[in-house]
């Protein structure tokens, strides 16, 4: 009895020590009786107001749209006329294109409204219709006007062609002289205006006089 007395009061000893050294050096009951990071934060006035002042994040940019190149023109294997519908031999012309187009136009239309009213082409007709002779004048509107002829009968020959001689115009009459032969006389128009633009009058050519009229092709 004397040597288990001294080993139980040991015993008792460690093992009401171990409850309170393992209760002193418990990091787990530690570990719980601490308040989570976001409640702490929470419960701090300051961190709140600087959790509220912080902007929203920024939105991702958007990206732009991928580009499309447009639909190849479709290869031509045929002429292309112009009663087929539906079909373009080219594209169709640009903004750049067709505002050249139309300066060109315009300026085209100007220089042709500072000529002349006799500027042009015009065919000579006798009174049965044949066209006799085709002749091109320029009329600057300043100068007297300037021409050349040409023989439709007489096609491919070398003497079926030349300048014309004189052109006059006295009011609404119109003088034309030239020698449609190498060697022969000289064939003289006299014209009168017409209303409808026209020039109607006769010709006098080899002796001869016949009724004719002058139109703008």
Request: no cysteine.
């Amino acid at each position: 009895m004397r040597l288990r007395t001294p080993l139980l009061q040991i015993a008792l000893a460690f093992s009401v020590a171990a409850p309170a050294a393992a209760q002193e050096a418990d990091p787990i009951a530690a570990l719980l009786d601490q308040p989570p990071p976001a409640q702490a934060q929470a419960a701090d006035p300051e961190t709140a107001d600087a959790l509220a002042a912080e902007p929203p994040p920024a939105p991702e940019p958007t990206p732009p749209p991928a580009y499309i190149p447009p639909p190849a023109q479709p290869e031509l294997t045929a002429p292309t006329f112009v009663d087929d519908t539906g079909r373009s031999p080219e594209a169709a012309p640009s903004p750049v294109e067709l505002s050249y187009e139309a300066r060109l136009r315009s300026s085209s239309a100007s220089a042709q409204g500072l000529q002349g009213p006799l500027d042009g082409a015009w065919t000579l007709r006798g009174g049965e219709g044949t066209a006799l002779y085709s002749l091109q004048m320029v009329d600057s509107g300043l100068t007297p006007p300037e021409g050349a002829w040409r023989d439709p009968r007489r096609r491919g020959s070398t003497d079926s062609s030349g300048f014309l001689s004189t052109v006059q115009r006295i009011g609404g009459e119109l003088i034309v002289t030239f020698h449609p032969r190498p060697g022969a006389g000289a064939a003289t128009l006299v014209l009168n205006a017409a209303a409808d633009g026209s020039w109607t009058g006769r010709l006098e050519e080899g002796g001869e006089r016949r009724a004719v009229v002058l139109r703008r092709d």
